[in-house]
């Protein structure tokens, strides 16, 4: 068995061979990839339903089909990204060409998280590989099925010089971060995301970080009320509300607040139709029992503030379900608006005005989405244009993850940079400045010592180059 420090230094030595890879061989790898994945799918289901007791349905919409709409993108536009792209030059140096060109950075470490633990290691990877690089990939210990697979993937399809997969808990995690990689992504929460942060500024290492947060929803008097309810109790509760990018609470202007609340017990119902008991043949259940703890304390903390339970709320700490719950009256002091909350609850809080919901947004941490639902453009303008945010949904939630042709990321407090598509092929890429000169630079009469002469040159160039 290779240690970590015998397999990084044959990384180190294979991410040379690397820079010079084609479209086509980088493309071979991705199509290798994506086979012998789909050939694993119904091991990828079983993982996936014993580490998290996801349905077959979310896991192939989530997971499988994630996976493949990266994949398939990267190896579509490859050899495009690929290619060294001439920039013009200025008047004052038109004696010169110039190109950027993309290179890999060399070796890449990815730490996932466990909320969608298969797709959130092999879609990083996608980009590590379509930019030429070398990569370790330590996936969570809070999904060990889903890990291991992970693991017999990587080893179907590359040598452990080019990518390598290990297990284990947070200490496995230390020693790696203590390794000079040249770039580490890292998904999971802002306070490890400030860790794994200090830990690459020792190697000045390239970073992305994707940390999530309070995703607010803005729902403004103009909104299609019934077309939010069921799209906010949808990508809510999907995986047991365990998604970075999952609704947190509402902002929900009092002139519409009680039909949101009837349609969402509406939806819910439909949804989760037959209670707790039914709700396990669909419904994804609790991490483990830490996080089913964390929740149940969040849930009464909140309720114990002066919050109702408008729907929902059941639990069955043996199986770690806990079934999606709407909480009513709140304000912006009860204890569930402190923390992301990272599961099945949605506080709802009322507001008299728009002015009122941007005001709160601006006056907390940028957030990883934001969730805009209104039939006016004025109002999608005015929410634009004055928050701060990763990304912006209008009408909707957590779509935009699917585009491959959006940046993904967050800022700050939410996150540090971005990927899919191109641009996870950018983040994995150094962008070198390449310029070629010629013998007949107009800079040779500008040479020391400096005369009056050429000070007016210096000023003609400065005025008219």
Known sequence: MQTIDTTFKAQQAKSISLRNSTAKERRGKLKLLLKNFLEMESDVLAAL??????????ALLAE????KAEADFAIKNLGKWMKTKRVASPLAISFTKSWVKPEPKGSILIISPWNYPIMLCLNPLIAAIASGNTAVIKPSELTPASGELVKKLVEKTFSSDEVAVFLGEKDLAQKLLELPFNHIMFTGSPMVGKLVME???KHLAGLTLELGGKSPVIIDKHANVKDAAWKISFYKFANAGQTCTAPD???CDELVHDDLVLALQKNISQFFAGGLDAAKEDYCSIANEHHFNRLEGALADA?????ELACGGEVSQEELHFTPA??????????????????PILPIIKVQSLDESVNYVNENEKPLALYLFSNKSAVHSEVLKSTSSGGMVINDCV????????????INNSGVGSYHGKFGFDAFSHHKAVLKSSSISPFKIMLPPYTKTKEALANLIKKYF
């Open 249 to 251: 609470y509402i902002l």
């Open 303 to 307: 309720l114990s503030d002066g919050a």
């Open 399 to 410: 779509l935009h993850h699917m585009n491959p042709n959006l940046p993904f990321g967050g």
């Open 64 to 67: 499988i089909y994630g996976v």
């Open 199 to 201: 830990a690459a500024s």
């Open 326 to 343: 709407v909480l009513t009256g709140v304000n912006y002091d009860n204890s569930i608006m402190k923390e992301e909350i990272f599961g």
């Open 49 to 58: 339903s014993s580490d998290l007791g996801k349905s077959k349905t979310e």
